[in-house]
């Protein structure tokens, strides 16, 4: 089997069953596969939004509908794979439309096999070098995003010279600290005054050697002076710039500052933007939101249901330079599939059914800002390829528009399912999936925030006494260690939905425990179990007491939150701590009975 044979689809259009079966049955027995048909234009439709193709094959004519429609169709989507006309009416206007529209070839009927065969082959082969070009530049245009973001999201700072010491590229923490050291001096586009002070005398020596020798300096370590004459500490490696040849044409030096705080320098953020928190792990997130907010790349935000998806996507619009632009969002599960595609690129008056007007889509207004795509893992194959094409392009064809339109849009997407598990299933593309995540911010659940649940719980308690109009002052010892310990498989959204309902329920001016949910009263974090104790076949369903959550499956979580809830689901959602419409797609997912329930 030829390397082109492998794992080809191939798609043949055509209205005469004979024609169909002839050339599916010439494809196939030469080995490629898998060969489907369709026997219209409305069919041929289906099966481009289902699947992806290698090579298509059409009959020009098809009922009240030509090969060239699904031709623009196939482009609209973002189409790149071939595709072969055939007629038995020849026109130079026909043939010269098809070849516009980006038609591979034309071939007239009747069509010998051997034409047929080696058009197919000379397309596929193409076809395959043009993906492996493309996945190349693919490849290399992440690999220089990374380098970029590595660049300019570090702390440490990165300047490269020439050999005559002007300054070629500079990340944020090198021009901040340059310009402490001497104002003005990267606005002069060289560091040759840092150079000429007698502080930087070692820095100066190094950086000329390695210029002059092309040879790795040793590392270094100096004092020097800001212009406001305070001391700092600094260390620099210096080495030399290669240039594509293997010559040095610069130098490039990594310079940390060493220099020990002040007494009472603040110290770790308990806030930032609309996120609270002092722990660990939101420290290194607030930082790398800062840090990836000034790169003008995609960014994809994981993380589990309640983390805050939404406000990390709001504070990394705000450390943008569009932050007084437009952030947009779109939640992909709240709109119907049928609707989406309208609703983010937007349709021409008469394009279908209803469409009475022109409507701007999500993505046009967005444009110059951020466009944030939550629950980005449900969108369907068809929306998935034109997100692709649109992210590759930075274009898109509004429904029922054959022009292209050209936006600049940020992109941020959210999502708290396993996009590698999707990926590795064949649920989500894989190209997609790359393109998306070319940095990712991933969320800790509260459970490994250690005390942020106490911050979380105090500003809940302030903020939602005031709404619901109670002078509510605090919270007793036994409720706060309950809410310490409890698992919060919801997150911070579970908790304020908690703290929510105890202040509902109290009538005095403290929460006390007997107000919080069961679920969280009689909760007991897991023990490792003893050696025999339990059978491991043993069912769920045996046990006469709730499981705490941690020892639950997300079914039986969803089964029992729902059991009390009498069955409603608006109601289970929030004992749950996630979005109702979150709620009903788990249950699609996973297939629930709930007519076992029992409510």
């Known amino acids: ?47 481009l939004n289902e699947r992806s193709y290698d090579l298509i094959i059409s009959d020009i004519v098809l009922g009240g509908h030509t090969g060239i429609d699904v031709l623009k169709y196939g482009r609209e989507l973002g189409l790149l794979c071939p595709m072969v006309m055939i007629t038995g009416y020849p026109t130079v206007e026909t043939a010269a439309e098809a070849v516009r529209l980006g038609a591979f070839d034309y071939i007239p009927k009747p ?39 590595v660049f300019k999201s570090v702390t440490d700072a990165i300047v490269t010279v020439d050999q005559h010491l002007g300054i070629k590229e500079i990340n944020p923490a090198a021009r901040l600290l ?8 990267v606005e002069q586009g060289t560091i040759i005054p840092l150079c000429s002070q007698e502080d930087c005398a070692t820095f100066k020596k190094e950086l000329l050697r390695v210029l002059k020798t092309g040879q790795e300096a040793s590392p270094l370590l100096f004092e020097c002076r800001t212009a406001e004459q305070r001391k700092k500490v600094l260390s ?49 997130v607030y930082t790398l939101i800062e840090n990836v907010g000034r790169v003008d790349l995609t960014v994809l935000v994981t993380g589990e249901s309640g983390t805050g998806k939404e406000l990390a996507a709001e504070a990394l619009h705000q450390e943008s330079h569009r932050k007084n632009r437009p952030l947009v969002k779109v939640d992909c599960t709240a709109i119907p599939e049928s609707l989406l595609e309208s609703e983010l690129f937007g349709h021409r008056k008469g394009s279908f059914t209803g469409a009475d007007r022109d409507r701007m889509g999500r ?19 068809m929306m998935q390829l034109r997100l ?74 302030d903020k939602i006494a005031a709404k619901v109009g109670k002078r509510i002052g605090g919270i007793s010892d036994q409720a706060r260690q309950l809410l310490l310990a409890y698992a919060w498989p919801g997150n911070v959204r579970e908790l304020e939905h908690v703290i929510e309902r105890a202040c509902v329920l109290c009538d005095g001016t403290t929460l006390a425990a007997d107000q919080l949910p069961l679920e969280i009263r009689t909760y007991r974090r897991p ?26 499956s997300v079914s039986e979580r969803i089964l029992q939150a729902l059991r009390r809830a009498g069955g409603n689901k608006a109601k289970a ?27």
Request: proline share 5%; net charge negative; no cysteine.
């Open 527 to 552: 023990q490792p179990p003893e050696p025999h104790a339990v059978s491991q076949a043993q069912p769920v369903a045996a046990t006469t007491a709730p499981l705490p959550e941690q020892e639950l």
């Open 1 to 47: 089997m030829n390397s082109e044979q492998q794992e080809t689809a191939i798609l043949v259009i055509d209205d005469e069953e004979s024609l169909r079966n002839t050339f599916q049955f010439f494809l196939q027995n030469q080995g490629y596969g898998p060969v489907h048909t369709a026997a219209s234009y409305e069919e041929a439709l289906q099966a």
């Open 388 to 461: 692709l094409r649109f992210l590759q392009e930075s274009t898109f064809y509004p429904v029922g528009q054959d022009t292209p339109l050209r936006v600049d849009v940020r992109v941020i997407a959210a999502t708290n399912v396993d996009l590698k598990e999707k990926v590795r299933s064949g649920a989500f593309r894989e190209d997609l999936y790359f393109r998306l995540r070319v940095i990712d911010v991933i969320l800790p659940p509260l459970r490994e925030r250690g005390k942020d649940v106490l911050l979380l719980i105090d500003h809940f308690l």
């Open 236 to 284: 620099a490696a210096v080495a030399p710039l290669k240039d594509g040849a293997g010559g040095a044409e610069g130098a490039v030096a990594v310079i940390r500052d060493l220099t020990q705080p002040e007494t009472g320098t603040v110290g770790r953020r308990q806030r930032f933007h609309r996120f609270l928190g002092s722990s660990d792990a939101m420290q290194s």
């Open 363 to 381: 993505i046009l207004q967005a444009d110059g800002g951020t466009l944030f795509l939550d629950e980005i893992g449900d969108i369907s194959p």
């Open 178 to 185: 340059l310009t402490e050291l001497h104002p003005g001096l």
């Open 111 to 149: 069509v010998d096999k051997e034409a047929l065969l080696k058009t197919a082959r000379i397309a596929l082969r193409q076809y395959q070098l043009e993906q492996g070009q493309r996945r190349l530049e693919q490849e290399r245009e992440r690999y220089r995003a990374f380098l970029e973001t």
């Open 573 to 599: 959602a929030r004992l749950l701590g996630i979005d109702r419409t979150t709620l009903y797609r788990k249950i699609r997912e996973l297939r629930l009975d709930l007519s076992q329930l029992d409510v």
